[in-house]
């Protein structure tokens, strides 16, 4: 991955990250006297877990936008001087964020490094070079998105001893909503018919909510957890069929990537696809005021989505 920076910037970055508030601490003021940890975070999940755990104890950056697809993102000169000033860097782990390393390297970074995906069960995947890691769309079930959050937690309270309590109490709501999010989710896919629990999506983003509820994996448009893999002609006309051939109800897009492609598979197979603001929310949330504000918004406007086409 190409990053973008000249010796200038470089220096500048080495600068700030040396720089502090005169306590020798990278923790930034809130403008009350308190001091908050410089937490930078990957992903939009991420930075939704960051925020929720850290509340008003941390700053959060978050790096990639909403609608951003993580697969295939290069960093910029102001995420290097991010990474370089803060205290915690949250990643999402299990090879998503292929570019992290060089730009963690580039900043010039000495924090904390959270991999989030630590004491997940990773999705194996095909064998090829690109899914070696497996599948790191963890996040899809909110029984991971607890560790994730777990993860984050120990990290904060580890760079800031005095948070512990407030970084515990925050870690215990959160855990709280995940599992009646989860409940949640189970009993909507309890309504559907055993026949009508099928998916085809973008890319292959939804294996660990397929796992977690029992539903089937019929194909994606994009044969890999990478949304960069180059699509097969051959491959696209054996989902065609394989659609035809089981009944699905319906093709479901995703909101990082354009739905032409999705909308011609469904025109050939005679299926409905589920584009638009009803896509699903795979790769990243969506932005402040969308159905996908949230991780919690994102799987609740995911599973709805899913249920009303499925049923039909």
Not at 36 to 64: E, H, M, N, S, Y
Not at 269 to 276: M, R, S
Request: glycine share 10%; charged share 25%; with cysteine.
């Amino acid at each position: 991955m190409r990053i973008h920076t000249s010796a200038m910037v470089l220096a500048g970055l080495l600068a700030a990250a040396t720089a502090c508030d005169g306590s020798g601490s990278a923790s930034t003021g809130d403008g009350t006297g308190a001091r908050r940890l410089k937490v930078v975070a990957t992903t939009t999940q991420v930075a939704d877990f960051a925020r929720d755990i850290g509340g008003d104890k941390v700053k959060v950056t978050q790096l990639l936008k909403p609608n951003v697809d993580p697969h295939d993102y290069e960093p910029s000169p102001a995420d290097i001087q991010a990474i370089a000033e803060a205290d915690v860097v949250v990643e999402n782990g299990v090879r998503l964020e292929r570019w992290l390393d060089q730009t963690i390297k580039s900043a010039g970074f000495h924090g904390t490094l959270v991999d989030t995906s630590k004491g997940v069960p990773i999705r194996k995947g095909d064998g090829t070079e690109e899914e070696a890691a497996g599948d790191p769309h963890i996040w899809h079930d909110p029984k991971n998105a607890e560790l994730m959050s777990r993860n984050i937690a120990a990290a904060f309270e580890a760079t800031d001893p005095s948070g512990k309590a407030a970084y515990a109490a925050n870690l215990a709501s959160y855990t709280t909503k995940l599992d009646r999010l989860d409940s949640w989710i189970a009993q909507q896919i309890g309504t559907l018919p055993a026949g009508r629990r099928e998916l085809v999506t973008n890319h292959d983003a939804f294996g660990y909510y397929i796992d977690r509820y029992h539903l089937t994996f019929v194909g994606s448009i994009i044969p890999s957890f990478d949304t960069s893999a180059e699509l097969s002609g051959k491959r696209l006309d054996a989902l065609v069929a394989k659609i035809k051939a089981t009944g699905v109800k319906a093709i479901f897009s995703e909101s990082s990537l354009p739905p032409k492609t999705a909308e011609a598979i469904g025109k050939q197979a005679g299926v409905k696809v589920e584009a638009g603001e009803e896509s699903l929310y795979g790769d990243t949330l969506g932005p402040a005021g969308s159905a996908g504000a949230t991780y919690i918004d994102m799987e609740r406007h995911n599973t709805t989505t899913i249920v009303t086409a499925l049923k039909g």
